[in-house]
């Protein structure tokens, strides 16, 4: 059973007092409490289940523009005591720091809405080994398949934060998560794919047939690829892949890499870094949304960011301590996006593969190519060839390769988006990229 908001709120404002006592100027303390369950499965057999159980305590002391952080998961009163009296020595001898500070009180959230983030049906793990025997059956259908693997996961958790300005607030959140990992062969090659599912309620998982299936489906076709020789070319990016892309986008306007001057999106305020039919979103109070929250892990009401408008960039993510020294107020991002996302192009997934009378589906990218410093990307990738709008078969062992403030410019966006994830994308185009190949 999840610790209630009451037992999470006394724990915390116990340490709050005590950390005020001890002679910190200011105080923040986040208490939370997370079950965790996971059933694994193996070639349509049990393999194990796990349970994890844990408090989590997190303690940020002030002594002026001294600060310094704890942690701990062990909450007895005697390790409380000597855990705090260690974070007030070392933010003593801590460097002052002339942005160190609490939020300004005006912009912390002043009531949670109910964004139905917590779902209290239990899957008993009976029920989620009969999902996976499912699953598995689905996944392992053609004698192709020669290796599967599957998972199930129950996370329930609950937190409160509190600091010495007054706030004391926190909410419950639910995920349920399925996934389904197949490796097919034939006399060419051997190949392995993916497919998982991850909602805030039980009711909303992917059935466990679709998902295997989709899965085998997805490996199987990429057998036997063929090599490509080196040109440029027009991608059109997977969504799966494509989030990826945002990702990038993402990190590249974080205000600490902004403030540190690491990003190559620095100074870029009111510029044209996208095509004009480009706009990106940051919703924090999408209903179920895995990424959603009313306010960030400083207390910051979170509000929706337009962060690009026709191709435009208009906001970073900003938290408190680089806001201040950026000279911006916190916008609710301190802990990074919520539901992030490209709003829907005006073009069908279909007419996006005819755009072009030759192109590549990417499907697969591996590695973490991409420089937020000079903006490079290069990864190594797969997928499909695609001629007059058709997949005509796979390949492989191909490197992409370009520089995100060219690939920007160069989006075109499926009208094909969902909302499965906390990042999401439709299918997208970028023309002209780099091709390695054989």
Do not use: W
Not at 152 to 179: H, Q
Not at 364 to 376: F, M, P, R, S
Not at 412 to 430: C, G, H, K, Q, R
């Amino acid at each position: 059973m999840i610790k209630d908001q009451e037992f999470l709120k006394s724990k915390a404002s116990y340490c709050l007092d005590l950390a005020k006592k001890m002679g910190a100027t200011d105080a923040t303390v986040t208490m939370g409490h997370s079950i965790s369950e996971t059933v694994n499965f193996r070639n349509n057999s049990l393999e194990g289940s796990d349970r994890s159980d844990g408090l989590a305590l997190g303690i940020n002391t002030y002594i002026g523009k001294k600060r310094s952080s704890i942690s701990s998961s062990n909450i007895l009163e005697e390790n409380i005591k000597t855990l705090i009296e260690n974070c007030i020595e070392t933010t003593k001898i801590t460097p002052e720091d002339e942005f160190n500070c609490l939020p300004d009180k005006n912009l912390l959230a002043e009531k949670v809405n109910n964004l139905n983030l917590y779902d209290q049906a239990r899957f008993e793990n009976d029920k989620k080994i009969n999902y996976l025997k499912e699953l598995e059956e689905s996944a392992s259908q053609s004698e192709k398949i020669v290796n599967t693997e599957s998972s199930f996961t129950e996370n329930k958790s609950n937190f409160i934060l509190v600091n010495s300005d007054g706030f004391c607030d926190g909410y419950k959140t639910s995920s349920f998560t399925a996934s389904s990992v197949t490796v097919a062969k034939d006399q060419n090659s051997m190949e392995r794919d993916y497919e998982y599912t991850s909602t805030r309620h039980l009711c909303d998982i992917k059935q466990a047939k679709e998902l295997g299936k989709k899965a085998a489906e997805q490996t199987i076709k990429k057998l036997s690829p063929n090599k490509i020789s080196s040109e440029k070319i027009n991608l059109i990016f997977d969504k799966r892949i494509a989030k990826g892309i945002l990702a990038a986008f993402a990190s590249a306007i974080s205000s600490s890499a902004i403030a540190r001057g690491t990003s190559f999106l620095k100074d870029k305020i009111n510029q044209q870094i996208f095509s004009n039919s480009i706009n990106i979103v940051d919703k924090p109070d999408i209903i179920k949304g895995m990424g959603s929250q009313n306010f960030d892990s400083e207390g910051v009401l979170s509000k929706t960011l337009n962060l690009v408008e026709d191709g435009i960039l208009k906001n970073y993510f900003v938290d408190t301590y680089n806001g201040k020294k950026l000279n911006l107020q916190s916008n609710g991002r301190s802990g990074g996006t919520t539901n992030l996302y490209f709003e829907n192009g005006k073009i069908s997934f279909e007419d996006l593969l005819k755009k072009s009378s030759k192109s590549l589906y990417i499907t697969e990218t591996i590695g973490h190519g991409g420089n937020l410093v000079t903006g490079d990307y290069s990864v190594g990738a797969a997928g499909f060839l695609v001629e007059h709008g058709e997949l005509k078969y796979p390949v492989n062992e191909i490197t992409i390769a370009g520089n995100f403030k060219d690939m920007f410019k160069n989006i075109v966006l499926a009208n094909d988006l969902d909302f499965e994830y906390s990042i999401n994308s439709p299918t997208m185009m970028i023309e002209g990229m780099t091709v390695a190949g054989k």
